[in-house]
């Protein structure tokens, strides 16, 4: 099956510095690529979408300067957190969806545990 | 607006028994629905998906029942295990836009041995 790594799946940084995290379809290709943040007992909430080779789409509310995405090709986009601070403290989770149309599916990463100390 | 309402909140079921979610929507352009199961730390994993053509889903244990006209789908968990014990997430999507999930808030099941 379709299956999407999420890198690293924990990180732990200190406040000002900023952490990149990697998503990848690993075998299909993904046009359209979407993040999400969960918070502990929360769903998910969409952060942005990402769309190869354009800028990402963002939700009301989410600082494009403070999370940068690049969808630079078919399997690859990445979530920069800029100047972290504690508050950006979560868990980040990536989806791909199929470049064949979201009825082949949406599939997610394993997640990344944030920790901004 | 766009939402999905999921219910209930959390669910204790005995080993053996029938779990059961239930989702609503308001948009009817949706013609996705997928459930999601996702254990502590990991991200979600796609369980069962169905389309408004269609009024139930079996895979194994799990059943998608759709109901279009009053907008409801559920999701039935046979034979509840503990290893089923984790949070589920009901959601739905349009095709042909932009396309991303909009999901319910979220059910955590515990099954009890």
């Known amino acids: 099956g379709a299956v999407v790594s999420q890198h690293p799946s924990r990180v732990i940084c200190k406040s000002g510095t900023s952490v990149k995290i990697e998503c990848r379809s690993l075998d299909f290709q993904a046009t359209t690529m979407f993040w999400y943040r969960q918070f502990p007992k929360k769903s998910l909430m969409l952060m942005a979408t990402?769309?190869?080779?354009?800028?990402?789409?963002?939700e009301q509310g989410v600082e494009k300067d403070k999370f940068l995405i690049n969808h630079a090709s078919l399997t690859l986009s990445t979530l920069t957190v800029t100047s972290a601070h504690p508050e950006d403290s979560s868990f980040y989770i990536c989806s791909a969806r199929d470049s064949r149309g979201p009825r082949y599916g949406y599939t997610f990463g394993s997640g990344t545990r944030l920790t901004v100390v | 607006q766009q939402q999905v309402k999921q219910s209930p909140q959390s669910l204790i079921v005995q080993k053996g028994g029938i779990s059961i979610i239930n989702c609503a929507y308001e948009?009817?352009?949706?013609?996705?629905f997928p459930w999601y199961q996702q254990f502590p730390g990991k991200g979600p994993a796609l369980l069962i998906a169905i389309r408004p053509d269609v009024s139930e889903k079996k895979e194994g244990r799990f059943t998608i029942s759709f109901n279009k006209s009053a907008k409801q789908f559920s999701l039935h968990i046979m034979d509840s295990q503990p290893g089923d014990s984790a949070t589920y997430f009901c959601?739905?999507?349009?095709?042909?836009?932009?396309?991303?999930?909009?999901f319910g808030k979220g059910t955590k099941l515990s099954v009890k041995p």
């Open positions: 948009n009817t352009a949706f013609d996705y």
């Open positions: 990402s769309n190869e080779g354009s800028k990402a789409t963002y």
């Open positions: 959601a739905a999507s349009m095709d042909g836009s932009q396309g991303n999930l909009i």
